[in-house]
């Protein structure tokens, strides 16, 4: 399936501004990929496994040393917020 390619080099969005090639960083430290764009609220990237994306909701934050995500894990799976 062929899917039109962007030809922008940053996006801004409702976390911050991501730039094409940023480093998609992994609660624990580890690099998930690199964005290769935005499309809507998903951040494209290509990790290991080929293409891929997470949505911008995942996101923590955005600074110097990437896209960093949230930590939400199997252990706070399913647990509502403490009051």
Do not use: N, Y
Not at 6 to 29: C, F, L, N, Q, Y
Not at 67 to 80: N, S
């Amino acid at each position: 399936m062929s899917q039109m390619q962007s030809r922008e080099e940053s996006w801004t969005t409702v976390v911050g501004t991501i730039r094409k090639g940023m480093r998609v960083i992994a609660p624990d430290g580890s690099c998930l990929g690199h964005v290769t764009g935005v499309q809507g609220d998903e951040v494209m990237l290509d990790g290991d496994d080929g293409k891929d994306f997470i949505s911008l909701t995942q996101v923590d934050g955005v600074g110097e040393e990437g896209v960093l995500l949230q930590g939400r894990g199997d252990a706070t799976f399913g647990l509502g917020a403490e009051p």
